[in-house]
């Protein structure tokens, strides 16, 4: 499934006009933590993807019956934080430890709020093929209303209706997110000379005290780890060193242990910052520049890094009408040969949605945000 739809952004990385003059041109980007983030992306609809094959089975959601598809998409959230985090960490630096909250907020709603109202509007539209709408009333004017907020306030059942189940419940980490770049103009002065480290340190101790208290304050750390790289990259030779195949591979190996060392208690106590802790290795490499023996940089995980948004919020939509589909069909307990075919097909059909989505609705915003910061 991964192969072909990484295959699918190639040929749309070749044969748009669009796509290949926008990544002939990338400007100041990073190309690897692109590329990053298309994976990540992908992660996701493959975690989902084998969750959705047990639910058809089973009607147990949120069980990949697999440790590798399992832990897909956790690390890709994982992933998203620290790109999150490294990225306006830098521009805060870059501004010697200021950050305009308008210009901030206004960006981010040029980037979030497009595609984040159509998605809203297909799983309402597939929400209400199912179910008739009979819940969109009135007196659930307050759960309807917090859609509106794009991810900043969590969804709640309208009525009788879950609509996270709609899109496999994607849009939890809008709220880590928003709840990220709110803060960010009041601590942006922590990312002059190396208070960052400090911080770090009351951060991770407070998080440690907030688990005796049953208070999970782990996801706010993954965009701490983020934060850290701009940092511990300042250095131009030890970022040289870091952008080596040799690195490459020692990041991926120091990734596979730390899972391993972790995989007997913090994969059951603690599984999301022992996660952290995998990845860690692998991220601060990509964010020096590594491309992971040209995987990253590739045109074809570029265009899924461009798209990715579209791919993490809409492929949950897709799959879920296929599940659905399958189900009134009396199909839940296909062959696993047969399973994967019908949503690798899916998968691929998601991406050419995606290329249109980023194309028509997410790129005109950005360019009027980029174009209004430039003026």
Aim: proline letters at 4%; aromatic letters at 12%.
């Amino acid at each position: 499934m991964m192969l072909a739809v990484i295959a699918t952004a190639g040929v749309i990385a070749r044969r748009s006009h669009f796509y290949r003059q926008g990544l002939a041109a990338p400007g100041n980007r990073e190309l690897s933590l692109d590329g990053l983030r298309g994976l990540a992306a992908l992660m996701v609809a493959m975690h989902h993807a084998a969750i959705g094959r047990v639910w058809l089975a089973d009607n147990e959601w949120g069980d990949a019956r697999s440790l590798v598809l399992q832990l897909a998409g956790p690390a890709a959230v994982v992933l998203f934080f620290m790109l999150t985090g490294y990225l306006f960490w830098s521009k805060a630096r870059k501004g010697n430890g200021w950050v305009k909250p308008w210009k901030l907020w206004r960006g981010r709603l040029c980037r979030i709020a497009p595609l984040y109202l159509f998605s809203l509007l297909l799983v309402l539209l597939v929400a209400v093929g199912e179910t008739g709408g009979n819940w969109l009333t009135a007196d659930h004017w307050k759960s309807l209303l917090r859609l509106l907020a794009l991810g900043a306030l969590k969804w709640q059942n309208v009525g009788p209706v879950n609509l996270n189940v709609y899109n496999a419940g994607v849009v939890w980490t809008l709220w880590y997110e928003w709840s990220f770049y709110l803060a960010l103009p009041f601590m942006a002065w922590l990312s002059t000379g190396r208070k960052i480290f400090g911080f770090a340190l009351v951060a991770y101790v407070a998080a440690a005290a907030g688990l005796c208290f049953h208070v999970n304050l782990q996801p706010g750390l993954f965009f701490l780890l983020g934060m850290l790289c701009p940092v511990l990259l300042e250095n131009s030779a030890a970022r040289s060193r870091l952008q080596t195949p040799h690195a490459a591979a020692a990041a991926l190996l120091a990734g596979l242990l730390l899972l391993a060392l972790g995989r007997n208690f913090l994969l059951t106590t603690l599984p999301t910052a022992s996660l952290a802790g995998a990845c860690f290795p692998v991220f601060v490499a990509a964010a020096a520049g590594n491309n992971y023996f040209g995987v990253l940089d590739c045109p074809a995980m570029r265009c899924l890094g461009a798209i990715s948004f579209s791919l993490y919020l809409l492929h949950g939509i897709v799959f879920t009408m296929l599940f659905h589909g399958l189900r009134l069909a009396g199909l839940s307990s296909l062959p696993p040969t047969e399973y994967w075919l019908l949503i690798t097909v899916a998968a691929c059909a998601v991406t050419g949605l995606c290329s249109v989505t980023y194309r028509w609705i997410e790129f005109p915003f950005l360019f009027a945000s980029h174009k209004a910061r430039s003026g």
